[in-house]
């Protein structure tokens, strides 16, 4: 159930297993939370994004056509994109909460979340990722480095707010003609910060859960 002045975006979040990671009362406080999709079709797929910030503030919302040998490189992409258009728009102090619903990049995030911390970025496990989607991982491990914090929850495709982005772009058109907005978050009252109940731990939970 969505919480009134919070985020929607934020409530997935909260609600969603993020691999790798508990799930300590400081998770709760991100900064701004980016959802992205990819879609792949024989014709064309599509790549979508939504941002917002924790109070429930949209910073941006993308939508456009892509063409991609399959949608596991699509997803990768549409996260590269959903994260350079976050970049553009919040300060590198930001702590970010990344939503997508494909179980292996989430993974694959949070493991160079991990390794970011390692002297010389070295993941405790090798990190696999698509054919064709190498010089968006770069991009996405770039965007990693430039945030103060940053994870990623997998949610099911039904719950995306992505997803209708990235599957129909022509219908999405009208976003690519809006300006760019830079947003940024209310600062939290004490209260709200120290009464926040921080549901359990979804550590190593399926999305299906």
Not at 162 to 169: D, Q
Not at 189 to 199: A, D, G, H, L, V
Request: glycine share 6%.
């Amino acid at each position: 159930m969505a919480v009134h002045g919070r985020s929607t975006l934020r409530d997935l979040f909260d609600d969603s297993p993020t691999p790798h990671f508990a799930h300590p009362p400081r998770t709760h406080h991100r900064h701004f939370y980016v959802a992205t999709d990819g879609s792949y079709r024989r014709d064309g797929g599509g790549l979508g994004a939504v941002i917002e910030t924790r109070d429930g503030e949209r910073v941006a919302r993308v939508s456009m056509p892509d063409r991609v040998p399959d949608n596991n490189v699509a997803e990768y992409r549409a996260l590269h994109l959903g994260l350079d258009v976050l970049a553009a728009r919040a300060p590198p102090t930001a702590r970010v909460g990344i939503l997508v619903d494909h179980d292996t990049l989430a993974t694959n995030v949070n493991h160079a979340v991990l390794a970011a911390s390692h002297p010389d970025w070295k993941p405790a496990r090798e990190i696999a990722v698509p054919t064709g989607s190498e010089h968006h991982w770069r991009g996405i491990r770039a965007r990693i480095a430039g945030f103060d914090e940053l994870r990623a929850a997998c949610i099911a495709s039904r719950s995306n707010p992505a997803h209708s982005l990235a599957s129909s772009p022509e219908e999405y058109a009208h976003l690519r003609d809006q300006p760019d907005r830079c947003v940024l978050p209310e600062t939290p009252t004490e209260r709200t910060e120290s009464t926040q109940i921080p549901p359990p731990s979804r550590y190593d939970r399926r999305a299906s859960d």
